[in-house]
């Protein structure tokens, strides 16, 4: 699988907004747990 340089750059870009989203549901699950 060949990955081009703005697709990794793309690929990394929703990797770390995923990684907010997560950590965002963590921290409101956290609040009413």
């Known amino acids: 699988l ?3 340089p ?3 750059k793309k690929f990394l ?3 770390f907004i995923w990684q ?3 950590h965002g549901l ?3 699950s956290g ?3």
Do not use: E, P, T
């Open 2 to 4: 060949a990955i081009l």
């Open 6 to 8: 703005w697709q990794r």
């Open 13 to 15: 870009y929703l990797y």
């Open 20 to 22: 907010g989203i997560l």
């Open 26 to 28: 963590k921290g409101i």
């Open 31 to 33: 609040k009413y747990h």
